[in-house]
């Protein structure tokens, strides 16, 4: 079986601690022959360290666009500096505030409208050193993803729009609370589990994934078995085969044991 997991909200809990159970559990799935995979929406810049030396086989990132298998990068998707200061402008004149999620850095826009989450993001990225400005001369702007922040869709339908204009589109998740993850169009946590399903010879059928929020989903409802945290919202935990505990109350072990994987 191949196993997928999400990070924040599923290996860690809410206040991003990870409980003693989870190693163990996770090795004990690894001992037992399943591959064992990290399915996140972080780009390769914030790749989590807390988990080195985990008995991981490969990570999806950046909801699909850079997948690695046993240390071999086998998808890569980012924009050129070109397109990406053309997504630039296209945010610039819709006044819609935004964080540049790339390989290399997370990008705050100098000319981006104001938003109280901002900040938030911008001491992230500056505690963990990858903070950067945008700037038209740097040559590793390449965009891969954004977080924008819309209290209304509008706004953000209208970015996916344009955007598949300039024949750069993008598709939009609703992370609640008046945030937006823009994902390239025709990538996603699900079209990574097919790549590495190709690869190994696998179907989504015998696949698990675990997770706890929206942009979840799209892995959720494609494999067989499907797992939601108890802290997932209502809508995640009715698309789920099984859920489970909170991650603080062993989520991920009581699961594993659940299905006989660890």
Not at 102 to 107: G, P
Not at 135 to 162: H, N, Q, T, W, Y
Request: glycine share 8%; aromatic share 10%; hydrophobic share 40%.
């Amino acid at each position: 079986m191949l196993l997928f997991f999400d990070i924040d909200g599923t290996l860690f809990d809410d206040r991003h601690r990870m409980p003693p159970s989870v190693l163990p559990a996770l090795e004990k799935a690894r001992q037992n022959g399943h591959c064992l995979f990290v399915n996140t929406g972080r780009t390769l810049c914030n790749m989590d360290r807390r988990l080195d030396g985990f008995p991981f086989d490969g990570w999806v990132m950046g909801c699909g666009t850079r997948i690695l298998l046993r240390g071999e990068t086998i998808q890569s998707m980012e924009h050129s500096p070109e397109d990406s200061l053309l997504l630039r402008s296209l945010f610039l004149s819709l006044r819609l505030p935004v964080v540049y999620e790339c390989d290399t850095a997370m990008y705050f826009d100098p000319e981006s409208p104001a938003h109280p989450a901002i900040p938030h993001f911008r001491r992230f990225a500056r505690e963990h050193g990858i903070a950067r400005e945008v700037s038209a001369a740097d040559p590793e702007f390449r965009i891969v993803k954004m977080f924008a922040f819309s209290d209304a869709p509008g706004p953000v339908l209208d970015f996916c729009a344009e955007s598949e204009r300039l024949a750069l589109p993008y598709a939009a998740i609703d992370r609640g609370k008046g945030g937006w993850e823009l994902v390239p169009a025709g990538y996603s946590k699900a079209s990574g589990i097919d790549v590495l399903c190709r690869r190994l010879g696998a179907t989504p059928g015998e696949c698990f994934a675990f997770g706890d929020s929206t942009n979840d989903l799209s892995m959720l409802d494609h494999v067989k078995y499907s797992v939601a945290m108890g802290n997932a919202p209502a809508e995640v935990q009715a698309r789920c085969l099984y859920v489970t505990s909170r991650p603080e109350e062993d989520g991920i072990a009581r699961a594993l044991s659940h299905f006989g994987l660890a």
